[in-house]
């Protein structure tokens, strides 16, 4: 049989909205550490040993993309209790790694959550690395989407040696948001054929591009955004010579064509961590398929949070 390939479905637009709008329903204002942040926290009180009391934290990524989460929060929400908030975006000062997962521990105790579960998609994960390896004794679990233990993109150098660039030149001044925005937007919707049984391409579902950029255009002075508060983040991340710090279970799902966490990065952490419960890797989609294909996404993580009990 010849190679053949079949079309993609995509993600429906009003249902892409419903879940956007979910999401920004639930969010409430609390103080945490003296600044007003925007948190969710779905505690519906079910009893009767249906529940697991144990908090499910979402750990946020960039303002405006929490959508990612959507389809695991309306789900988990109704045996336990589920945590996120919208984090605060730099604009005029760098924001590290470290400061991150300092946040992440600021809210929970803000919440009266001391130990949790944990799941993180992409950059966030980059955060919960870094707060489980200050505080394992707060984690029951991790759950790890499209995350490797470090971050060096293709084609690297070259990759690297811009963000140098932009992390110590003014160049936030200079290049349009549409650049840096369609920049980003094409490693997140990248996509190669993946073959099955060596013919023919695996359906999957993948998110609409104008959909993702609906996204992002929300998101206010996005070259400063992007230069303070997120390449202080990814620019920098490395955990190859801290996984010793992680003992606690951890479920790794990638999708078999990341570009920015390739499939070889998280199968070699799967095998260097010393607790790795399980590793998925599930057909070709986008970066977002934690939210576009939740229906074999969903599944893994539930049985995995299920045995924590």
């Not at 789900?75 to 604009?91: D, G, K």
Request: net charge negative; proline share 5%; aromatic share 10%.
């Amino acid at each position: 049989m010849s190679a053949s390939t079949q079309v993609m479905p995509f993600v429906d637009e009003a249902t892409f909205h419903e879940d956007v709008q979910y999401i920004e329903s639930l969010w409430q204002r609390r103080e945490v550490g003296g600044v007003d942040m925007q948190v969710i926290d779905i505690d519906i009180g079910i009893g009767g040993g249906q529940r697991d009391d144990m908090p499910l934290v979402f750990v946020p990524i960039l303002e405006h993309l929490e959508f990612v989460y959507a389809r695991q929060i309306r789900h988990f929400s109704q045996s336990r209790r589920v945590l996120m908030y919208r984090r605060h975006e730099a604009r005029s000062r760098f924001v590290s790694l470290p400061e991150r997962a300092e946040e992440l521990r600021r809210t929970l105790d803000s919440l009266n959550a001391e130990r949790a579960d944990f799941v993180a998609h992409g950059d966030a994960a980059m955060v919960l690395f870094e707060f489980a390896a200050r505080y394992p004794q707060r984690c029951r679990s991790l759950t790890i989407i499209a995350q490797a233990a470090d971050y060096q993109i293709a084609p690297h150098p070259f990759i690297w040696l811009l963000h140098e660039l932009y992390v110590r030149l003014p160049v936030e001044r200079i290049v349009p948001a549409r650049v840096i925005r369609n920049t980003v937007v094409n490693y997140i919707t990248h996509s190669e054929a993946v073959q099955n049984n060596g013919d023919t391409q695996e359906q999957v579902t993948r998110l609409p591009r104008s959909l993702i950029e609906e996204q992002f255009r929300k998101i206010e002075l996005w070259p400063r955004v992007y230069k303070f508060s997120v390449l202080p983040v990814i620019h920098y991340f490395d955990m190859r010579n801290r996984l010793v710090d992680l003992n606690m279970p951890i479920l790794l799902i990638n999708r078999a064509d990341d570009i920015l966490s390739p499939e070889a990065k998280t199968r070699w952490l799967a095998s260097h961590l010393q607790n790795c419960a399980g590793y998925h890797v599930l057909a070709g989609g986008d970066r977002f398929f934690m939210y576009a294909q939740d229906q074999q996404v969903t599944p893994l993580i539930e049985a995995f949070l299920g045995n924590q009990v």
